[in-house]
């Protein structure tokens, strides 16, 4: 007789789906209340509503670089999202150590491929500063792949629990 397989993180994608709907809402409403490139503040000396257009990756890297860059980080991010949900198919389901990061850096990178597609770029309007000092602008999607990659080194440094006792 054979034995049922143990399910796997596959259902951690319903979270990818639903950052990816609050990704793709506070892009339109960003894109529909923010006048581009006009700071509204939020929190005085130290957060804005800002709406900008970021043509290249993290950081606006390759911005300028002409236009291949778009269809580049867009099959990057195709990529690197596929190879996450074949890694969510073979993982555990318990194994939220795991699971948690693939579907948050997922959900980041469709809702910024989408964004890419959509317009030629991303839509980002957080703008985090002190004094002069501006963070780049950024949004939803990608705090997702920054979560995911901060939980990704983090829990690399845990000892995964035994085989049984649960994560």
């Known amino acids: 007789m054979m034995s049922r397989p143990s399910p796997n993180a596959l259902s951690w994608l319903g979270l990818s789906a639903v950052l990816l709907v609050v990704d793709q809402w506070s892009k339109w409403l960003a894109t529909a209340s ?7 503040p939020f929190i005085e000396g130290f957060w804005n509503w800002t709406l900008v257009h970021n043509y290249g990756a993290a950081f606006s890297f390759l911005s300028t670089a002409g236009g291949w860059q778009r269809w580049f980080f867009t099959g990057l991010a195709v990529v690197v999202s596929v190879a996450l949900v074949v890694g969510l198919a073979r993982t555990p389901r318990t194994d939220w150590r795991t699971a948690l990061p693939f579907a948050l850096i997922i959900s980041g990178a469709i809702g910024n491929v989408i964004d890419r597609v959509r317009y030629g770029y991303v839509v980002d309007f957080v703008d985090w500063y002190v004094g002069d000092w501006h963070w780049p602008a950024f949004n939803v999607a990608d705090a997702c792949i920054v979560a995911g990659a901060i939980g990704l080194v983090v829990f690399s ?11």
Do not use: I, N, S
Request: charged share 30%; hydrophobic share 45%; no cysteine.
């Open 34 to 40: 923010l006048e581009y490139a006009r700071p509204v």
């Open 157 to 167: 440094f845990k000892e995964p629990a035994a085989a049984g006792k649960g994560a």
